[in-house]
């Protein structure tokens, strides 16, 4: 698990919210993973906004 209070500090300066922050950045693309990461949520109508792909695990 990445650390990622550092990298989400200015989002959440920003107005975001800690979720919608390490959203993001947990998506974002990276050298290991180009093409950034799917996101599994049971709340996707908050992501709907974001540029990230979700998987939603709505039961």
Do not use: C, F, Y
């Amino acid at each position: 698990m990445a650390n990622l209070a550092p990298t989400v500090a200015p989002a959440i300066a920003a107005g975001n919210t800690w979720a919608q922050a390490h959203t993001r950045r947990a998506a974002a693309p990276t050298p290991e993973r180009p093409d950034g990461t799917i996101i599994a949520t049971v709340a996707p109508a908050r992501r709907k906004s974001r540029p990230v792909w979700i998987i939603d695990l709505t039961p």
